[in-house]
């Protein structure tokens, strides 16, 4: 019997970065985790690393159509859920002078109205006593270049923890957020230029107090704890960034 057995998760997002180190770390100790995202190839990767415990749905969340096909496969696949990890999100560059509104419109629409809408489509299948965990960044409370649209879109995610953990307390449902720093996904390989991504990572290790890049693992952590023994904590933000946002 592992910690995490006759758990159900999901974790939106699951297939890659942190969201796939939250199932790594939830499955190898017996969960069984739904992990969603919208590369098919990707999901299927990440399946095959995860085992026998996970399922994988492929999904956008910024498609209200969707999220309630995740909610019946969800409802079909698991019945009631013991955690919900809404981690989908996408974190292209937005500089102020050159964001357009299609950039600005499509961060939004995964970024925060897809976390909403996880939330409330999937709360009903949420035991008593679930914990739900958002990802916020400390994007939200420090003013870093080139991540405006990014940064009002974490910093809205950090006001939805506080009211939807007010709004499911009724429940004993609990709603916290895990806040990364500089965590080494790859992401920045994805939406920069090889040299711009090791600038970028150069200067963030140069100003970050414990001078490294976080893991996904590390964050896994975090989140697990929030989610499954964090039982007197709610509405809260764990910063897990070397003190970037705190020294």
Sequence with gaps: MGKYSDKNVVITGGSSG????????LADGGARVLITGRSQDTLDAARERLGENAVAVRGDVASLSDLDTLADRVKDELGTIEALFVNAGIAPPTPFEST??????????????????????????????????????????????????????KAALRSMARTFARELLPRGIRVNAVSPG??????????????????????????????????????????????????????????????????
């Excluded at 969201?19 to 790594?24: D, H, N, W």
């Excluded at 920069?192 to 490294?212: S, V």
């Excluded at 070397?242 to 020294?247: D, F």
């Design 100 to 153: 357009t509104e299609e950039m600005y419109d499509e961060l939004f629409a995964i970024n925060v109205k897809g976390a909403y809408f996880t939330v409330q489509k999937l709360a009903p299948l949420l035991s008593t006593g679930a914990g739900v965990v958002l990802t916020t960044s400390i994007a939200n409370v420090i003013g870093l270049p080139d991540t405006s649209v990014y940064a009002a879109g």
């Design 182 to 247: 500089p965590i080494d996904t790859g992401i920045l390989e994805n939406t920069m230029t090889k040299e711009a991504a090791e600038q970028f990572k150069a200067e963030r290790i140069a100003g970050n107090p414990m001078r490294r890049y976080g893991t996904p693992e590390e964050v896994a952590t975090a989140a697990a704890f929030l989610a499954f023994d964090a039982t007197y904590t709610t509405g809260t933000e764990f910063v897990v960034d070397g003190g970037a946002s705190q020294l």
């Design 18 to 25: 942190m969201g796939f180190a939250v199932a790594r770390l």
